[in-house]
């Protein structure tokens, strides 16, 4: 299911809503410890897991450069929000009947080229969080990322024409 992107009062927020039948523990794993988050975002490590406390995105393009990523909000099991260069990224992890559920949001503050791509990219390795969840490890898909990519600058372009 792609993001939903909605024009907000402070610029654009992209939802991405995925159900796990998962318990919320296993989910939060996924997304703060290394071991785990290496294997369906192999750029993003935690580093410092509080408010106030930093992820670092780590460039696997040969450069061997990494920058760290501030972390706005934090509470233990339930959310976890840090900075995204001039944007924010913000998991939230419930308990559902069904296991848990997770919700990211992208906040964005201007409409760029380069939205589509980081849009793809989430959507990419939520993808491959969820085969991860099931007990499967899956690469990450360019043809899979360029299908998402047109999908997403249509809805951005949409978005702007509004």
């Known amino acids: ?8 009062y402070h610029g ?3 939802e991405f809503e995925r159900p796990f039948n998962h318990p919320p523990d296993e989910v939060w794993a996924a ?3 290394n071991g785990k988050l290496s294997l369906w975002m192999p750029n993003l490590q935690a580093e ?9 995105f780590a460039m696997r393009d040969g450069a061997d450069e990494s920058f760290d990523l501030r972390i706005t909000d934090y509470e233990p099991h ?3 929000e840090f900075e995204w260069g001039k944007e924010l ?11 848990s559920r997770l919700l990211l949001k992208v906040f964005i503050g201007a409409l760029t080229d380069h939205v589509p791509v980081d849009l793809a990219g989430w959507h ?7 085969a991860l969840l099931d007990g499967r490890f899956t690469e990450f898909s360019m043809d899979e990322w360029e299908k ?14 509004q």
């Open 12 to 14: 654009y927020v992209a």
């Open 89 to 99: 990224v913000r998991f939230e992890v419930s308990a559902q009947e069904y296991g």
């Open 48 to 56: 410092d897991l509080r408010k106030g406390g930093n992820m670092k």
């Open 148 to 161: 998402r990519h047109e999908q997403y600058s249509a809805a951005v372009k949409r978005l702007g024409a």
């Open 1 to 8: 299911m792609l993001a939903v992107i909605e024009k907000v």
């Open 31 to 33: 997304l703060t410890e």
């Open 78 to 80: 339930s959310v976890l």
């Open 124 to 130: 990419i390795c939520l993808d491959r969080l969820s």
